[in-house]
Nanobody
Framework: QVQLVESGGGLVQAGASLRLSCAAS????????MAWFRQTPGKEREIVAS?????????RYADSVKGRFTISRDNAKDTVYLQMNSLKPEDTAVYYC??????????????WGQGTQVTVSS
């Protein structure tokens, strides 16, 4: 079992920055790929960014956040981060972190956090 706890969400103005954190426990953190998803009411959950296991040498981003968001991991702290810059109102959503224990690059995410709300005002 893996437990994931997100933090760092909040209310900010457009153009501001936030950093989300996701602390993991229960397994060897470096052995699984991680990702950030987001969801708004009435819409399907969408993947925002992913990072491969171990060193995290491979990262992927949704087109809507490329150049603004950065995913990273600190295996010593069992934590994955999402640095969000130049935030836009359309980034408003509940953000979830997720873990894939079976694929080094992330494919099917089996474990999820409870989510953290990000609200960007215009």
């Amino acid at each position: 079992q893996v437990q994931l706890v997100e933090s760092g969400g909040g209310l900010v103005q457009a153009g501001a920055s936030l950093r989300l954190s996701c602390a993991a426990s229960g397994r060897i953190f470096s052995h699984y790929a991680m990702a950030w998803f987001r969801q708004t009411p009435g819409k399907e959950r969408e993947i925002v960014a992913s990072i491969s296991w171990r060193s995290g040498s491979t990262t992927r981003y949704a087109d809507s956040v490329k150049g603004r968001f950065t995913i990273s991991r600190d295996n010593a702290k069992d934590t994955v981060y999402l640095q969000m810059n130049s935030l836009k109102p359309e980034d408003t959503a509940v953000y979830y972190c997720a873990a894939d224990l079976n694929s080094p690059f992330g494919n099917e995410y089996d474990y999820w956090g409870q989510g953290t709300q990000v609200t960007v005002s215009s």
